[in-house]
């Protein structure tokens, strides 16, 4: 039986740990070809491996999304590689440990935030649509967050408002590209149990403070994120485009208000 992603190219940023080596995973346990992308070289050739392990095709490649020189590269890798790509999921993201509320929060942390969660995304778009169009189109998918939607129990505004425009950039190319057959969706995890948030929620107060919002009593798991990118990388969504996909536990439901 073939695979959800069979033939498919798929390019995945942040594929040295948490959703992105997840994802890449599981995009080519259902048959795609992955370039895993990450900042640390070491991480993405760590992924590579465990796809070869499990009998799947990756290469890795280095990159800082945020530098259009490297985001450039890695897709021109994709198509160089494979001839062609098909899903890019702009998953890179940070979390500083010094971003808080804007008073406390330095330009410098905001700055840095937003060139790799903002930035980068868009540095993604603007290299990897042209070879999708190349395909003749496929699936963009951008990793935003539940607290794009609403405000944040523990402040991290420079995180907030970065992954704020990652929807806005969302909804706006799907619109641009809907009858190029390029589709463009935002994830929107909820808090997940990864290094990544762990290291932001470094007390168990803090930890306390996020878990009691979401109703399901648990963080989300990055295999879950990876599940709900599958659906959105597959021609299953095909009628899919410009939504945020929300995998959060309940946790809009319980506290946004429907406009």
Known sequence: MSGRLEGKVALITGAGSGIGRRSAELFAAEGAAVVAVDINETAALETVELIGLAGGVAVAQRADVADPDDTKNMVARAESEFGKLDVLFNNAGIMDSSDGDAISTSPETWDRTMDVNAKGVFLGCKYGIPALRRAGGGSIINTASFVALMGA???????????????????????????????????????????????????????????????????????EMAKAALFLASDESSYVTGTEFVVDGGITAAYVTPE
């Open 153 to 223: 129990a523990t402040a991290q505004i420079a995180y907030t408002a970065s992954k704020g425009a990652v929807l806005a950039l969302t909804r706006e190319l799907a619109v641009v590209h809907a009858r190029e057959n390029i589709r463009v969706n935002a994830l929107c995890p909820g808090p997940l149990r990864t290094e990544l948030l762990m290291k932001f929620l470094d007390t168990e107060e803090k930890r306390r403070r996020r878990l009691v919002h979401i109703p399901v009593g648990r963080f989300g798991e990055a295999e």
